[in-house]
């Protein structure tokens, strides 16, 4: 529903922003909205809701940005190659960017990291990926990720703390590289590498 307010709300913490009731349900279950304000956009009028979700996917920039190279990866133990690729937003001040890393094998180890010029290294460390980025490179996961039963796992990529060594924080007009290293059994223990996945910053 939409409704215009006559006044500025104060909201300060996790605060309700409105009440949900389900009338189907015999409890009438309630739903408080208590979450966090991802962002804020006041207009002097009601806008129809095709325009609220236009705003919105403007705002947090649902679609996928960048592009893959390097590809298609090593194929792991799946029989197929793992992948990675950016969604959200390449507006730095955003800082809304996710990498989503998928086709790995169930519950093995992953983190993710980044540089600033294209590589191609076969076989690094005597594992069966290649490295498509040319160190230096920064860590992105700040700890070690799990595939789960998914095969797959999402890193949020915060670019108020994330610096290449000797180059810092991502900047409009850069453009970064992404990739992820995971553990396989294929058919004994090694290691392997996603595709690539760059992003040019704005």
């Known amino acids: 529903s939409i409704h215009v307010f006559p006044y500025a709300p104060h909201l300060t913490g996790l605060v309700g922003l409105g009440q949900w009731f389900d009338a189907s349900t ?3 279950h309630v739903d408080l909205l208590t979450g966090t304000i991802l962002g804020v956009a006041v207009y002097d009028t009601a ?3 095709s325009e609220i979700e236009l705003h919105a996917n403007a705002f947090h920039g649902t679609s996928s940005v960048g592009a893959s190279f390097c590809g298609p ?5 799946t029989g197929a190659p793992a992948t990675i690729v950016a969604s959200g937003s390449a507006n730095v001040v955003d800082n809304f960017l996710t990498l989503e890393v998928a086709g790995l094998p169930t519950n093995v180890f992953g983190m993710c990291f980044a540089g600033l010029s294209q590589g191609n290294t076969p076989g690094l460390g005597g594992g069966q990926g290649t490295l498509c980025i040319t160190p230096p490179v920064a860590m992105i996961t700040t700890q070690v990720m799990n ?3 998914s095969g797959s796992f999402q890193v949020p990529f915060d670019m108020t703390s994330v610096a290449v060594p000797g180059w810092g924080l991502p900047g409009p007009g850069q453009t970064w ?4 290293w995971y553990r396989d059994q294929n058919p004994l223990h090694t290691t392997n590498l996603t595709d690539g ?3 040019l910053f704005q």
């Open 73 to 77: 990866a090593v194929a792991n133990s």
């Open 197 to 199: 996945y760059f992003v």
């Open 147 to 149: 595939s789960g039963s």
């Open 47 to 49: 806008l129809p809701d």
């Open 177 to 180: 590289y992404f990739q992820a």
């Open 26 to 28: 015999a409890a009438n």
